[in-house]
């Protein structure tokens, strides 16, 4: 089992007041700024849940289609997931995950097959899944 930790802190109200976010477990990031406006307009420097999600999509992905793929006998040379959530009215509605790959020795069949798995295993998708529309694409070479 593993633990991680990260805190918030917030002061105002929702649309003039502002926050930062920590990463607490690692440190690697304080206080980063979170604003409202920079959730739903600009970021100006500025982080967002959304952005946060979107990190920890990409990471997640690109770790569980390593597996898929080394699992099936195609370690990956190089992947690259960029992901983007959306938030509308209130809610994350969509998270798109692109990925880009090199993996030697592997066709588009195998690659296809370790991306559907991967889009199963990883644990990040599994939290969202059934609350977020979760595409993917990709492509391999």
């Given at each position: ?40 307009e ?33 370690a ?23 990925v ?30 059934g609350?977020v ?9």
């Amino acid at each position: 089992m593993a633990d991680r930790s990260a805190s918030a802190e917030w002061q105002g109200n929702l649309f003039e007041g502002r926050g930062t976010v920590s990463a607490d477990s690692s440190g690697l990031f304080s206080d980063a700024g979170v604003t409202w406006a920079a959730r739903t307009e600009s970021p100006e420097g500025k982080t967002s849940p959304e952005e946060l999600i979107a990190a920890a999509h990409s990471a997640c992905f690109c770790m569980a289609l390593s597996n898929e793929l080394s699992t099936r006998g195609h370690a990956p040379g190089r992947l690259q997931a960029d992901a983007t959530c959306t938030f509308v009215d209130g809610k994350v509605t969509t998270m798109v995950i692109d990925v880009t790959a090199t993996v030697p020795g592997a066709d588009r069949a195998a690659f296809d097959e370790a991306l559907a798995a991967a889009e199963q295993s990883c644990p990040v998708s599994n939290a969202l899944r059934g609350n977020v529309d979760i595409r993917v694409t990709a492509s391999l070479s």
